[in-house]
Structure formats: structure tokens, C-alpha cells
């Protein structure tokens, strides 16, 4: 069964960095796009970033966009998510998804992914 374990939260201050991984099973990784996804305290789904299936293409929200880098290793079935200049706007649940339904400025919570990880904590603060 499609398995997805993110890893790499913590406490960090502002202007600090985190990198999240992804760790992928069940599914042969290197033929799926993938998607980080991030829900805040009190507010809805926000899709943060996307991959292709080489790494060659990538794309972000305009709120990480110049901070934010999304990677992928194929040969470990892992995802990445490296973050700097880490703000309290970026403090949420961090999600690695697959197979989003609806294209992504539509994405309203994780039920618009057929696949989702049980997340990592992000949360900055001083």
C-alpha cells in the first residue's frame, strides 16, 4: 500500500532553515509528480510546491517562492522540501501528497489528494 513519511520538523527561529524528507513506499516513486502541502492553525489547505517525475520542472506558491526549494532523489524514493528565511506565516503542517484530483490552485484540504503523509510540525517562533 502507497506509504508517505515525512520527517524533518521542528521548532526553528525566524530567518532559520528546515529541510523535510519524504520517504516514499509502496509505489514506484519515480513515476508520479509529487506535491508538498501545508495546513496552518485555523486556516485551509495551501499547496506549497510541486515536482516532475525527473526533477527537472518545478513550481511554487508565491508565498514560498525564492525561499522554498523542492527536490527528489529517485534512487531513495525520497522528497525534499528545503526551507530558509523561515517565517510565522510559514508555521503549519508540512504534507508530501500524490495525485491531487483538481488542479492545485483549487486544492481546498488533503481530500483533494488520493495519497497523503501524516505530516511534520513546522513551527517558527523566537
Known amino acids: 500500500q502507497v506509504q508517505l513519511v515525512e520527517s524533518g520538523g521542528g521548532l526553528v527561529q525566524p530567518g532559520g532553515s528546515l529541510r523535510l524528507s519524504c520517504t516514499a513506499s509502496g509505489f514506484t516513486f519515480s513515476l508520479y509528480w509529487m506535491y508538498w502541502v501545508r495546513q496552518a492553525p485555523g486556516k485551509g489547505l495551501e499547496w506549497v510546491s510541486a515536482?516532475?517525475?525527473?526533477?527537472?520542472?518545478?513550481y511554487y506558491a508565491d508565498s514560498v517562492k525564492g525561499r522554498f526549494t523542492i527536490s527528489r532523489d529517485n534512487d531513495k524514493d525520497t522528497l525534499y522540501l528545503q526551507m530558509n528565511n523561515l517565517t510565522s506565516e510559514d508555521t503549519a503542517v508540512y504534507y508530501c501528497?500524490?495525485?491531487?484530483?483538481?488542479?492545485?490552485?483549487?486544492?481546498?484540504?488533503?481530500?483533494?489528494?488520493?495519497?497523503w503523509g501524516r505530516g511534520t510540525q513546522v513551527t517558527v517562533a523566537s
Open positions: 515536482i516532475n517525475i525527473r526533477g527537472s520542472s518545478t
Open positions: 501528497a500524490k495525485d491531487p484530483s483538481k488542479p492545485l490552485s483549487e486544492v481546498v484540504g488533503l481530500q483533494d489528494f488520493a495519497f
